[in-house]
């Protein structure tokens, strides 16, 4: 191109440059994308923006607002707002910025800022359905016996949530990868088309950590979790039948939705890491990625939102209907089997009644009740708005 510039006129050589800028996604839209498409992914990011932004804060505020629902079972949920909120506000805002505009404009550093923001703070999302997973199998289950769910036990798992999605998403930053513009041209993700084997060997690491990893556990966990339930239900606590069947469809709609929500971009990732030279319409290979981004819309509706404690507080909050006490949520402590751990809603409520070695006691009104008995009846739901 440079050479027929300097063997022709001036105005040709104008017309190659433009031609040249049109295939920096940075300068000008990509050539052989209609302006309609970008009109309608803006469109459609500013609807699942503004929902997620919306939805998750009110999981936030609420959550803030009542104490009650501050509980150790409650807080990777909170933590789990709080990501998919900095995913719509980094990747979300920025993604409807660069579609209404047709490219990425904001430039190579917003680039690397972006990529390297949806992809950690989507982790952190990923994994926290994944320790949700584990508390809960851990709160029903009780793989250690009579060790409770604590804060400081629920602050650890928040932890290795943000240090294990770090360690895993900074490294394209420091030249292991790297974060890059995607083939749509308005958005950035990690380099799934590149060549290198030191990138491969990064993609294959990233892809094993951070979604065969965290889809293992939640597997795991749930499974045990419904094998207890079931095992609880054919027992004779025949009260525990209505929380299971509860429970067991919230456990089918959120494995669904994680599936739903991933496995596209990580089959895709997957696909274009092994395949690097497949040739792929830009619209099409940009649908997995705009994909996930809708997981910070109905993460809160499945795991809040549905829960009818949370609704309790959420109704209160608006039209103030209801008594929600601002005691101390030990109030109760001296019912016997009573703990704040039995009032975290449907699970907890299951977890009282479920003895530690799986076999039904029989109830004794005569004496003292423990972990396993009867007598551990929750508190009534309005009472208590945890989640």
Not at 13 to 42: C, G, K, M, Q
Not at 280 to 292: C, G
Not at 349 to 362: F, K, N
Request: proline content about 6%; aromatic content about 14%.
């Amino acid at each position: 191109m440079d050479t027929l510039s300097l063997s022709v006129n001036a105005v040709s050589y104008t017309v190659a440059a433009e031609l040249s800028a049109t295939d920096d996604p940075f300068n000008a839209p990509i050539r052989n994308i209609a302006p309609w498409n970008f009109t309608i992914l803006a469109v459609l990011m500013f609807m699942v923006t503004s929902l997620s932004l919306s939805e998750n804060f009110l999981v936030m505020f609420v959550t803030f607002k009542y104490k009650q629902l501050r509980q150790p079972l409650n807080y990777i949920i909170v933590n789990l707002a709080i990501a998919d909120f900095l995913v719509s506000l980094t990747g979300g805002v920025i993604s409807f910025l660069t579609n209404a505009r047709g490219y990425f404009f904001l430039g190579k550093w917003a680039c690397v800022l972006e990529g390297f923001a949806v992809t950690f703070f989507g982790i952190v999302a990923l994994w926290s359905l994944a320790v949700l997973s584990f508390e809960r199998f851990f709160v029903i289950c009780r793989p250690l016996g009579n060790i409770r769910l604590q804060p400081k036990h629920a602050i650890l798992g928040l932890l290795f949530v943000w240090t294990f999605s770090f360690i895993w998403t900074f490294p394209p930053v420091l030249g292991w990868n790297r974060y890059t513009i995607s083939k749509i041209g308005t958005t950035c993700e990690p380099d799934w088309y590149s060549t290198n084997m030191i990138d491969h060997s990064y993609i294959i690491t990233f892809f094993a950590t951070c979604f065969i990893l965290p889809l293992g556990v939640i597997f795991f966990c749930y499974g045990k979790l419904l094998r207890k339930l079931k095992k609880v239900s054919h027992g004779r606590l025949a009260t525990a039948r209505k929380p299971e069947r509860q429970v067991t469809r919230m456990v089918v709609v959120m494995i669904v939705a994680f599936m739903v929500g991933w496995t596209p971009y990580a089959a895709f990732s997957i696909l274009v890491t092994v395949y690097p030279s497949i040739e792929l319409d830009p619209r099409l290979a940009s649908i997995p990625a705009f994909f996930s981004k809708t997981a910070a819309v109905y993460n809160p509706i499945i795991y809040v939102f549905m829960n009818k404690q949370f609704r309790k507080c959420l109704i209160q909050l608006f039209s103030g209907i209801g008594t929600i006490p601002d005691g101390n949520l030990n109030q109760t402590s001296e019912r016997p089997g009573i703990t704040a751990e039995s009032q975290t809603g449907e699970m907890s409520v299951i977890a009282t009644r479920i003895p530690i070695g799986g076999t039904m006691l029989p109830r004794s009104d005569d004496s003292p009740t423990d972990c396993g008995s009867f007598a551990q009846f929750p508190i009534p739901e309005n009472k208590v708005c945890p989640i």
